[in-house]
């Protein structure tokens, strides 16, 4: 951190500016006080500014709690820099808290000498109350916020003030204060606001006298820093140096539905997709009903049975077909999934994971579900499966899902998770010229000796057809009872029985020959391999690269493709004295690799609903050296 201009704002009061790299900035209130909000104006401005950009939404899991209690505390974490980042941050360099409640669940996270806002307003008996505080920690005699730079700003009383003259109910003044707050830090990060101002313009152009209470209370907010004596010291952060390129702001479940409709569309094929609400994949149906110009369907469901079978029925008539759930929606499609596999039809289950088990914690992360995504379902039932690591990762990985569910005739699970799917990043647009279509085929005409039709007829990597209904000639039966290889009679005999299980099975593991072996982001051998897998990937990989600043033999193994695995990670892993693997479960891909590979390999497990700390990881990563 540098100071880069030091200037009198005019009223006598004079003024630092320092440029720094990067900041992590989190906004914390009521799930009402449209924290989400504010936080993604933020992410936009500073995403259109040129900075890199890493978010981490945190929403209640209750719809809506009880004001100013803890159980409702909604949070927006922001990381921007002007270098490269892939992880929101370990500590907060300034939290706004609206209420008593957001500042006790938050202020942990604040580093020592961090910037703290309060809505000062906030604190008066029934908040302190509502949030357990016995005492008023804003008050001088309380020392919980010592080490802390405290600004204690009344923006209840100067929102109602700002927008006194233009008849808004007291409910309705109120209701601007998100603006206020963010006005003011605004002018603390030197933002330009005109595009929240234009988008204020554009959300509320049918109440204009919404439109002028909140631009007036988002000018008030950076009033106030510019005004008062309290904030001496505002910042900078510089643009990254990015590739060239057009950008946008990307979250996870976006990046799915774009990466599905771009490889549809390229392919010259419809995509259809059905699906059940369910936090946190619902985004996913939301963003492809948008896209029906682009030769989408989509069916929002009467529950996840449903979804299942009619993704299958899709795929079957000859679409390219998905479904998408988390958790518990998961679990009640795996009958469907089934189907699927024995019928051998093409189509992609997005498991968006959340905490579990049961309803568990439906506005949180973790990463357990992989065990299931393996063997979820009655029978040998083997499916590829494929994971994202980043937002912006998920436009690639959706279009590989779907690669390998066509070409191989196959249900792919793609692996995302609450984390990946609601926090954000640049991401590059891609010119459509550059994306390969999908190979596919749907046979025209009877392959088998005088004139039948084998549905299950294979090609040299076990791929049966793919026919159209209403074909003529390519009459077939489908379902879930056995099938006799090669005709698709149903068939209980013994021998046919296990001939389709072992051909089932070689043709999901012959799929290792057509993907890329195992990348490495480090030396080729060394003392430890860390090996991690989805949304960690950003955690585990700033950590390793921490490890290797500091002159440590440390090696990022991140697998994207675990069913099955690349052919070369075994002997990738033999290369190393130890392997460590995080993870946001007890140890499930621990489990495979030790039980595949007879490997050592140590975990590091966390199951908070939160992502891993750089902290966390750098540190086991030390601990393990050590042993």
Not at 207 to 221: C, D, F, I, T
Not at 575 to 581: E, I, Q
Request: a neutral charge.
């Amino acid at each position: 951190m540098s100071a880069v201009d030091t200037q009198s704002n005019g009223n006598g009061n004079f003024r630092t500016t320092e440029q720094v790299d990067a900041v992590v900035i989190r906004f914390c209130g009521d799930s009402g006080d449209g924290m989400q909000l504010v936080g993604t104006q933020f992410t936009n401005v500073s995403a259109v500014f040129g900075n890199d950009v890493s978010t981490l939404p945190d929403f209640p899991a209750e719809i809506r709690a009880p004001a100013g209690t803890l159980n409702g505390v909604s949070g927006f974490q922001l990381c921007f820099s002007s270098t490269d980042i892939f992880t929101p941050g370990d500590e907060v360099d300034t939290l706004v808290a609206m209420n008593p409640a957001a500042l006790k669940t938050n202020l942990a996270d604040l580093k020592r000498g961090g910037t703290l806002i309060v809505n000062k307003d906030a604190f008066d008996k029934s908040g302190l109350s509502k949030a357990g505080y016995a005492t008023n920690p804003l008050e001088d005699d309380n020392d919980s916020l010592a080490g802390y730079r405290v600004h204690k700003v009344d923006m209840t009383r100067l929102t109602r003030d700002s927008v006194a003259d233009l008849g808004l109910s007291l409910k309705e003044a109120d209701r601007c204060k998100n603006f206020f707050a963010l006005g003011l830090v605004y002018w603390l990060y030197d933002r330009d606001a005109k595009a929240t101002q234009d988008w204020i313009k554009s959300k509320f152009a049918k109440r204009p006298e919404l439109v002028q209470a909140n631009l007036s209370a988002l000018k008030a907010g950076a009033d106030l820093g510019y005004s008062t004596q309290a904030f001496t010291v505002h910042y900078k952060v510089p643009p990254a140096k990015l590739p060239p390129g057009k950008y946008r702001k990307m979250t996870g479940n976006e990046a799915v539905a774009m990466g599905l409709v771009a490889a549809a569309h390229v392919s010259g094929k419809e995509l259809f997709y059905a699906g059940y609400p369910i936090t946190p994949a619902s985004d996913i149906l939301h963003e492809l009903s948008k896209l029906k110009n682009f030769g989408v369907r989509t069916a929002q469901v009467e529950d996840e049975i449903a979804a299942i079978t009619a993704t299958v029925g899709a795929s079957f008539g000859g679409a390219f077909a998905v479904t998408a759930s988390s958790g518990p929606g998961i679990a009640l499609k795996s009958e469907g999934i089934g189907l699927a596999v024995i019928t051998e039809l093409p189509l992609v289950i997005v498991n968006v994971q959340r905490g579990g088990p049961s309803t568990g914690l439906p506005t949180k992360t973790e990463q357990a579900d992989l065990m299931m995504s393996f063997f979820g379902r009655n029978g040998e039932c083997p499916m590829p499966i494929i994971a994202a690591a980043t937002p912006g990762d998920a436009f690639d990985v959706s279009r590989e899902a779907l690669r390998l569910a066509v070409e191989f005739m196959t249900p792919v699970f793609l692996l995302s998770d609450g984390y990946i799917a609601n926090g954000a990043e640049p991401w590059k647009i891609p010119d459509l010229k550059n994306i390969k279509p999908i190979d596919f085929k749907h046979i025209k005409e009877a392959n088998g000796q005088d004139g039948q039709y084998l549905p299950y007829l294979r090609n040299d990597r076990l791929v049966r057809p793919w026919a159209l209904p209403g074909t003529k000639g390519l009459e077939h039966r489908v379902g879930g009872l056995e099938k006799s290889d090669g005709t698709g009679n149903v068939s209980y005999d013994p021998d046919n029985h296990q001939h389709m299980i072992e051909t089932r099975a070689k043709k999901i593991a012959g799929i290792a020959n057509h993907i890329p072996e195992q990348p490495l982001e480090g030396p080729d051998s060394g003392d430890l391999l860390v090996i991690s897998w989805g949304g960690t990937y950003g955690s585990v990989r700033t950590a390793v690269q921490r490890a290797q600043k500091d002159g440590h033999k440390v090696t990022l193994a991140h697998i994207r493709y675990l069913n099955p695995f690349p052919k070369n990670l075994e002997e990738v892993i033999k290369r190393f004295d130890k392997v460590l693997v995080p993870e946001l479960n007890t140890g499930q891909l621990r489990f495979l690799l030790r039980a595949m590979f007879l490997c050592d390999a140590k975990g590091l497990n966390k199951m908070k609903g939160k992502p891993f700390l750089v902290s966390e990881v750098y540190d086991a990563i030390l601990e393990n050296l050590k042993k």
